[in-house]
């Protein structure tokens, strides 16, 4: 995104006046404080995971084990909702039932814990089995606060897959909220010869190559319904929106990308109908709208300087906030999905890469409100309140931050960070805390959540 502005020369001309005009405007609306919504603030719930009791004598049932109870606790710490209980303050005991354990052990000093999640894992005939349960350490003679049964095939990839199954449930449990323990990341990554579309699980792990085009492909952006990853490719016709079947393992139509000019970062309706995107095929870039078979092609905006980077209202699907350069340097705005009722959201520097939060409340983008000769800033991640244009700044001094996502459950982040000419993926929760680097090849960027 950065690139592409900066590759306008139109824009150069008009930047010190603007310069001099966002200094005044921002002063004017800057808030330094404005509350997420994402329920971040409320008091945690502090909860230990034991570590899961071995059952029978499968010599893959110790290796499934360490790798449940890893992924269990990270989990549970990641979520944002939980004070976790560190293990070397939990009692020793590895309990496989409610009926094993001494819950007054777990509820006193330094535990201290209220919920306790415990279990047992086996392995038979190949299959992996896990019973988990969820116990009020508080309360004694309650019953358990959740009971579950799990099975699949015995495998890594399994025993990590059912522990964040186990995670989610109890998330949901306890904080009503669905989890994202299950959720992926699609993202680009240079680590081959060429730039390609790869995912990976929401916690890094698992990171596998999903296109081998052998061209350069950005902006990946997975459907609601999870079966199609949208995304620009470089070909024989130019820049293009192009669109991969993860059903079918394989690239499948999208007539409506390739129609002329470049054709840019793509974007879903939450209802998985339509895909907004960015195109020159009429001259200047501005945003375009089709069906998600790339028929029923429609213009939504026709003024002058560059119109990219849209983004959907996924809670109602009538609106869509994009960047545009119509005034110089590149600003945030919203309008009505019929390209009707245009709102200027930033009021200054260089605002760019907006993404929308599931509950239609919040827009984040990456901003440097202090761009310019003379003026250095940094390029970092805000999260701003829509009604009220109030603004909460969630990165400080860490290189360059770009490409914010918003998780399904609307309390994380996940983004790319630049430094030293390395570029990572990296989650952090809403309100800018809790920040942890996923990739570490060097190579990876913009980054897109799932919505489930």
Do not use: C
Not at 196 to 207: L, T, V
Not at 298 to 311: C, I, N, Q, W
Request: zero cysteines.
């Amino acid at each position: 995104m950065t690139a592409l502005f900066r590759n306008l020369p139109r824009l150069l001309a008009a930047m010190v006046i603007l310069l001099a005009l966002s200094s005044q405007t921002t002063a004017m609306h800057a808030q330094d404080w404005v509350r997420t919504g994402s329920g971040l603030s409320n008091q945690r719930i502090r909860i230990a995971a034991a570590d899961f009791k071995p059952v029978g004598n499968d010599p893959q049932t110790p290796e499934f084990k360490t790798i449940f109870d890893a992924t269990l606790f990270s989990d549970l710490s990641n979520a944002g909702v939980f004070d976790m209980v560190s293990k070397s303050m939990a009692p020793t005991a590895t309990p496989g039932s409610p009926q094993e354990i001494s819950l007054p052990q777990w509820a006193a000093d330094p535990a201290n814990a209220s919920m306790v999640a415990l279990g047992a894992l086996s392995v038979t005939n190949g299959r992996l089995s896990v019973s988990g349960w969820v116990l009020d350490a508080k309360n004694a003679g309650s019953p358990p606060v959740l009971g579950k049964q799990y099975g699949d095939g015995a495998s890594q990839d399994n025993a990590r897959a059912i522990a964040h199954r186990f995670a989610d449930d109890i998330i949901a449990r306890l904080s009503g909220m669905n989890g994202i323990a299950e959720t992926k990341i699609y993202f680009v990554s240079a680590r081959t010869s060429t730039k390609e579309i790869w995912a990976m699980d929401y916690d890094g792990q698992n990171q596998h190559i999903v296109t081998k085009l052998g061209s350069t492909s950005l902006s990946p952006r997975i459907s609601p319904d999870n079966t199609r990853v949208a995304f620009s490719s470089i070909g024989k016709e130019g820049w293009a929106i192009r669109m991969y079947s993860l059903e079918l393992g394989r690239m499948v139509a999208f007539p409506g990308g390739a129609a002329g000019g470049s054709n840019f970062s793509p974007a879903w309706s939450g209802d998985g109908s339509k895909i907004a995107f960015s195109s020159s095929r009429s001259g200047d870039p501005e945003i375009w709208v089709a069906d998600s078979t790339g028929g029923n092609l429609h213009k939504l905006t026709s003024f002058h300087g560059p119109d990219v980077a849209p983004t959907w209202n996924p809670k109602t699907n009538s609106q869509i906030a994009w960047v545009s350069g119509r005034t110089g340097l590149p600003q945030i705005y919203t309008m009505d999905a019929d390209g009707a009722n245009i709102q200027r959201m930033t009021d200054g520097g260089y605002a760019i890469s907006p993404s929308w939060s599931p509950s239609g409340q919040f827009l984040s983008f990456s901003w440097n409100r202090k761009y310019g000769p003379g003026a250095p800033g940094g390029q970092d991640i805000y999260v701003m309140d829509i009604a009220s244009k109030r603004w909460l700044q969630l990165t400080h001094d860490a290189g360059s931050n770009d490409y914010p996502s918003w998780s399904p459950d609307g309390r994380h982040l996940i983004f790319e960070r630049a430094i030293g000419g390395r570029t990572e993926i990296w989650t952090m929760l809403a309100d800018g805390t809790e920040q942890h680097q996923l990739t570490h090849s060097g190579k990876d960027f913009m980054p897109n959540w799932s919505w489930k």
